[in-house]
């Protein structure tokens, strides 16, 4: 039973693809029994391509025309098949049926785009709700119990361990650790956490078991306003959406009602006889069909979004191609997205008879020991070097660590932990480091204890991106009007990367909803925004800005999913091709729409003056969007 499951749950999920498909597979079989001159099976396979095909279109333009009293493309393009159809058997010309499926599979095509569409943003709702465990354990009279999320009540008590995920977003009672908070606030360390300081679902608990007081209910928690402003940003329309809409809707009325008119008025206003009226009126529904103007469109864009897989960028939809070339503003998240989200050593000093070697060694020494993300970054520097590991380690959380490497004590911390193992800290050393603490950088002292010295610090920071500087410098020569930077860090760290890369306005210590109020800010000012971003944490200002773009390999999946453009390899350089490829393709679009409108008159007028026959008339509505369509793959070179 497991494989039809499976494979009625495919079927159900690629219901669009499979109907484009197979209308495809139909529609070439009953063009070769046509050409074959097998009449009977040609005429068993065609009808079956126009309803596999047509099912979806004809369902919802019957709904929108009874329920909402609207005309749009999906019924005036049923009606322009099953016109050709007509005509092409009443004047046994079956080549005007295979034009008729024709229209069918281009909408059939377009159906199976949108559906994808619609998927990958169940897909990234999933992936947010993945954060967050299904149980919390309880503290009830004394004793641990489990129970589900939704159960937990304001006032719970819940004990979180080593490792485990924040359940709900509460207070911490008692406890001390650290949390990585990068999924909610982007933050490029762990945050050191104690009695009486917030907590958010979704982060991760360090090394301390922590006791926490529910503070609001689990739906309210910042997470699950995450989701929910993923889901209200990605089901809001923008301007160009609702324009196109109303467009298609207006161009159908014109052509039904054209065609009408064209059907009945001439043999009272000209005298034509009813057989020329109506094989001129299902001609005009013929050339009037919108597939030259949708060939305009879609093949330049899938052609654009083609060459960008070539360069590592990937655009998730033809729409978002067009608006990247529109952008007149970028927002940039900073950490993982300027710079590379890993803390490395940035720089040691030593002072005295010590070498920068010497200080790298002693820390290493002790820090091999520890778990923590700045020790680790000391470990790894010093990696080539030759160190011994420590024993008698001990580890004092938010402070230091101390312990006996070659039979001297090593203290490693910042500088009031030192201080109570040497008394004097070199003044010039430490008006060094406050340099580099004003520069966002985070400064771990070394020292021996045995002869109460300190041999150094070291700097650690989380490094900028190599390329960030002259993307943002090219981005600017792009003409783009405003770059701004968006982070959850401290105002000191954030100043310090936006002056390293170029970028003057930043805004600091953000919540994912505050990043989003600032791209809504932006997008009032300069209608259409982009933003650049990695995290959980920027997944609603990624679904509300214009255009969406992730870092493909630091990105989260939720960035990823939700994510318009993914730049597969990290490079912000490429931010600038795709904004080229889409100032490129709209002017191709522009070109192509103005061919095939040119076109369209140009036979609709040729209908009316009699002076084109229906087969001229299909010759020059296809010979139109064959040649729109060639204009548009030149955007693949």
């Known amino acids: 039973m497991l494989y039809p499951q499976r494979f009625s749950q495919f079927t159900r999920e690629h219901a669009d693809t499979l109907a484009a498909l197979l209308c495809g597979l139909l529609l070439f079989l009953g063009w070769f029994a046509l050409h074959l001159g097998w009449l009977g099976l040609a005429f068993l396979l065609l009808p079956a391509a126009y309803v596999i095909g047509g ?8 709904t929108t025309l009874f329920k909402e009293k609207e005309l749009d493309v999906d019924l005036l393009m049923i009606v322009a098949a099953i016109g050709a159809a007509s005509l092409g058997l009443w004047r046994r010309e079956y080549h005007l049926i295979i034009d008729g499926a024709i229209l069918i599979l281009i909408f059939a095509i377009s159906g199976a785009l949108e559906g994808y569409a619609m998927q990958r943003t169940e897909r990234s709702i999933k992936s947010l709700m993945s954060l967050t465990p299904d149980t919390a354990r309880v503290l009830l009279q004394g004793r641990e119990e489990e129970i589900p999320i939704s159960q937990l009540k304001v006032g719970d008590e819940i004990v979180v ?13 008692s406890g001390y650790s650290t949390l990585n908070q990068a999924a909610i606030t982007g933050e490029s360390l762990p945050v050191e956490k104690t009695v009486g300081e917030e907590v958010f679902a979704g982060t991760l608990n360090g090394y301390g078991a922590l006791q926490i007081k529910v503070h609001k209910p689990a739906q309210s928690s910042l997470i699950v306003r995450v989701i929910r402003l993923v889901e209200e940003a990605k089901t809001q329309a923008p301007p160009s959406q609702e324009f196109t809409l109303r467009f298609e809707k207006g161009y159908a009325k014109v052509i039904v009602v054209a065609g009408i008119l064209l059907a009945t008025l001439p043999p009272f206003f000209w005298g034509w006889d009813w057989e020329t009226t109506i094989y001129r009126a299902l001609t005009f529904l013929v050339v009037a069909s919108p597939c030259a103007l949708m060939a305009a469109i879609m093949p330049t864009l899938l052609s654009g979004i083609a060459n960008g897989a ?83 380690v001990q580890a004092i959380p938010g402070q230091g660590i101390v312990g006996i490497a070659q039979e001297q004590q090593i203290i490693v911390g910042n500088a009031v932990f030192v201080q109570k193992y040497v008394t004097n800290l070199p003044e010039e050393l430490r008006e060094m480091a406050q340099s580099l603490e004003q520069e966002g950088k985070t400064v771990v002292w070394v020292a021996q204890g045995n002869i109460a010295e300190v041999m150094g610090v070291i700097a650690i920071a989380d490094e900028v991106r190599s390329q960030a500087a002259t993307t943002i410098a090219r981005l600017k020569k792009l003409g783009v009007e405003q770059i701004v930077m968006l982070t959850g860090d401290n105002q000191e760290t954030a100043h310090s990367v936006a002056k390293a890369v170029g970028i003057d306005r930043v805004y600091a210590q953000l919540l994912p909803e505050d990043k989003l109020d600032v791209i809504r800010s932006l997008q009032q000012e300069y209608q259409t925004v982009a933003m650049v971003g990695d995290g959980i944490n920027d997944a609603p200002a990624l679904a509300q800005a214009s255009v969406g773009i992730a870092m493909g390999v630091s990105g989260s999946d939720v960035a990823l999913e939700t994510a318009d453009i993914v ?32 076109f369209i008159i140009l036979l609709l007028v040729g209908n009316f003056l009699g002076n084109i026959n229906l087969p001229i008339g299909v010759i020059g509505h296809e010979g139109s969007t064959v040649l729109v369509t060639l204009s548009g793959l030149r955007l693949l070179k």
């Open 55 to 62: 099912y979806e279109s004809a369902r919802e333009g019957l």
């Open 567 to 598: 730049l597969m390899a990290d490079r912000l350089e490429k931010i600038a091709v795709a904004m080229h490829l889409g100032r490129r393709s709209q002017a191709i679009v522009k070109q192509n729409i103005f061919v095939a409108l040119g």
């Open 161 to 173: 361990k080593p490792g485990e995920l924040i359940p709900t977003d509460g207070i911490i009672l």
């Open 310 to 392: 070539r360069q590592g960028i990937l655009f998730k939809n033809g729409a978002q191609l067009e608006k990247i070339g529109k952008v007149r503003a970028i927002a940039f998240d900073k950490t993982g997205t300027l710079t590379t989200g890993q803390v490395q050593v940035f720089q040691t000093i030593s002072v005295s008879e010590y070498t920068q070697v010497d200080v790298l060694k002693a820390a290493a020494s002790v820090e091999s020991s520890s778990e923590h993300p700045i020790g680790k970054a000391i470990v790894q520097a010093a990696g080539d070097l030759d160190w011994v590991g420590a024993v008698q």
